[in-house]
């Protein structure tokens, strides 16, 4: 087989022709892919010029200086954002995966009762002022993470074991949510606090058991103190109403044992002022009213002459009439 030697021939004046057109085509491909900037619709772009602030730019295409003359930032100003202490997010979705391991050091605190708890949270935020957070503040998310972490140990610090894992959790959640806006705003680092959620608080491992078994010690005093309480209301309230009623009943009793004696005695006084007027007719009227009184209790009655020797039998009066009769 024979081999064929190709030997390319580059004209020399071919390549001075197009060189400068192929240097200017690839300066203005260049100048052109260099200057053009697209924001996202939850973005804002943060023009810096030569290093120095120069203007932010809306959502959509944007132009800007090339080669390096101008540079973007792009802040997501629309976007919630979030840190979190203590663990970490793998996949987040439908059953999220969680971290814990390597990140005690940031959860581990020590309460005002000088205990340690294993405090995870979460801190939601938003970024109100682009520039603000770009040039105020050197590396503004690590600077709000230890801000973070630093109020939520100020809290904590301030209250007992019991309280933060406890009754005590959305209390500690609110106060390091205001600690923490006010730090923001101190520093003017341009962030929204929107919310810090306690994600969950636990004592240490080597105490966990005998923290738990002192908590259901406590559960089960307060569920005997609520059902002595409920025994104390359902008895006391009773035997007071009972007591209430009989003192009720025995001033009702001597109120109207008065009223009857005064009543009696002011009658008594009448009768006697009516017996000095006209003595006779007092007696005839006593002796008249003391027989109406009498008389219809008696079954039946015999009414003789005092002179009388006997009584006739015809009355038939040893026989008791029926109803009928």
Excluded: H
Excluded at 131 to 139: A, E, G, H, S
Excluded at 270 to 296: D, G
């Amino acid at each position: 087989m024979s081999e064929k030697n190709y030997e390319i021939n580059i004209n020399p004046d071919w390549i001075k022709k197009y060189l400068g057109k192929i240097v200017i085509g690839l300066f203005l491909l260049i100048a052109i892919f260099s200057s053009i900037r697209t924001v996202g619709p939850e973005e804002e772009g943060v023009v810096v010029q030569l290093g120095e602030y120069n203007r932010t730019v809306q959502p959509g295409l944007n132009f800007m200086l090339p080669f390096g003359i101008e540079k973007m930032f792009k802040i997501p100003v629309q976007r919630q954002l979030k840190q979190e202490f203590g663990f970490r997010t793998t996949n987040a979705g439908r059953s999220s995966d969680y971290v814990k391991a390597g990140y005690g050091d940031e959860s581990m605190m020590l309460t005002g009762d000088l205990n340690l708890t294993d405090v995870e949270w979460v801190v939601q935020y938003r970024i109100t002022d682009s520039f603000k957070y770009l040039f105020k503040v050197r590396n503004a998310d690590k600077t709000l993470r230890d801000m973070s972490e630093s109020a939520m140990r100020k809290v904590v610090g301030d209250r007992t074991v019991n309280e933060v894992l406890t009754v005590g959790r959305q209390e500690v959640a609110s106060s390091v949510e205001v600690l923490l806006q006010t730090m923001c705003d101190d520093y003017e680092n341009g962030i929204r606090i929107d919310q810090v959620v306690l994600q969950d608080v636990n004592p240490p491992e080597p105490v966990k058991p005998s923290f738990n078994a002192v908590n259901q010690a406590q559960q089960e005093r307060e569920t005997l103190i609520n059902q002595a309480e409920a025994e104390y209301n359902r008895v006391i309230p009773r035997a007071r109403g009972e007591a209430e009623e009989t003192i009720q009943l025995a001033e009702a009793f001597a109120l109207n044992r008065v009223n009857r004696s005064i009543g009696e005695a002011e009658r008594f006084s009448a009768l006697f002022e009516a017996y000095m007027k006209a003595p006779e007719v007092t007696k005839q009227r006593i002796y008249l009213e003391t027989m109406e009184k009498i008389l219809p209790q008696i079954g039946n009655k015999i009414i003789v002459d005092e002179k009388g020797n006997n009584v006739l039998p015809l009355l038939n009066i040893d026989k008791v009439k029926t109803p009928q009769q």
